[in-house]
């Protein structure tokens, strides 16, 4: 609905078709009349929670062409950024979103707005925040479908090191918002992707502070040389881009962000101080969220030594973040392996 009044308020026409009379309603969630001046076309509608990841667009293709009797396929989420509308077009999508941005296209029809280019911040922000509740969450999305047993309230609680009553009050909301369900045993049982998309909409970031560094050696190598020299006493944990990499190879590292609790003789590192985020390769950060440090180590090994690795939806939100359309590839990539592994 706020697609379609966006699409009014830049002047044009909007008529919905009546669904019920046609037989092939089931294919498409609305069928539109667009009309711009004596020109008209009819869109087909799909509508989405999410916006795509760019590796998704292929397997949305056979969706595309059962959407075409009906009109010109058009695609409605939430938000499309500027990194992910010329993927959509290039798949022959038109589209439109929550916050007045759109491309439709048809025979003799092309209009066009960017009023955003901002993702939009949510008014209610839904799941519980904190570091204990987040750690809740980030278990909850690695949960494996090889797992033998549901996660218990006591042993969520044990990985985020909150009590059992928090966490089962954590749990309890989850539950509320239909992200988790309890099983016969009395166990819960996330829904993953749904959990995992509200995570990455909904996280306000790691918070605390940063520092910009930059580096004439490649961020991987910057990463190794991080871990190899911090002690058992210490804490780092290396994110975006070189983390994401280590998991699942996809675009060459650019940057790398390092999380740590502790100070870090930068020099010995061989890094020096940036100007700013424009012309850094290396972001360090003291997090004031301490649940991007894993509850048990996810490590890579570069040339024999091993690399912590930030929770993995730290990895994912740490790309999303810094953006570009590789990066958003890769975020599909890792999302993925995230879902989908044992």
Known sequence: MEAIQWLRVAGL????????????????????????????????VEQKLRAPYPNELPRLNALRKTLIP??????????????????????????????????????????????????????RTGLPQGSGSLAIIRALIRFGEGEKEDASATGLANQARVSQPRA????????????????????????????????????????????????????????????????????????????????????????????????????????????GAHDANVILRAPADQSVFRDHELLATVRDVDIPLADETQLLWDLQDLGGVDRLEAAGMLREWLLTRP
Request: net charge positive.
């Open 13 to 44: 026409a909007i008529d919905r078709v009546n669904l019920e009379t046609r037989s092939d309603r089931a294919t498409a969630d609305a069928i539109i009349e667009v009309r711009a001046g004596k020109t008209s076309a009819r869109f087909a």
């Open 70 to 123: 009906n009109g010109e396929p058009l695609l409605v989420v939430p938000f499309v950024s500027e990194t992910l509308a010329p993927s959509l077009t290039a798949a022959d999508w038109s589209w439109a979103d929550g916050q007045g941005n759109f491309d439709l296209r048809a025979p003799g029809l092309l209009l066009r707005q960017r009023r955003t280019s901002t993702v939009p911040k949510t008014k």
């Open 168 to 275: 089962s009050q954590v749990v309890a909301q989850l539950h509320d918002l239909g992200l988790v369900e309890r099983s016969q045993r009395r166990r819960w049982v996330p829904r993953r992707e749904a959990l995992l998309d509200r995570f990455l909409t909904e996280y306000r970031g790691p918070g605390g502070s940063e520092r910009y560094l930059y580096s004439l050696d490649p961020p991987t190598d910057v990463a190794a040389r991080a871990a190899a020299a911090c002690s058992k006493r210490q804490q780092i944990v290396v994110s975006a881009d070189v983390g994401p990499d280590l998991l699942v190879p996809w675009r060459r590292p650019t940057v790398v962000i390092l999380y740590t609790n502790h100070d870090i003789a930068v020099r010995d590192l061989g890094l020096v101080d940036a100007q």
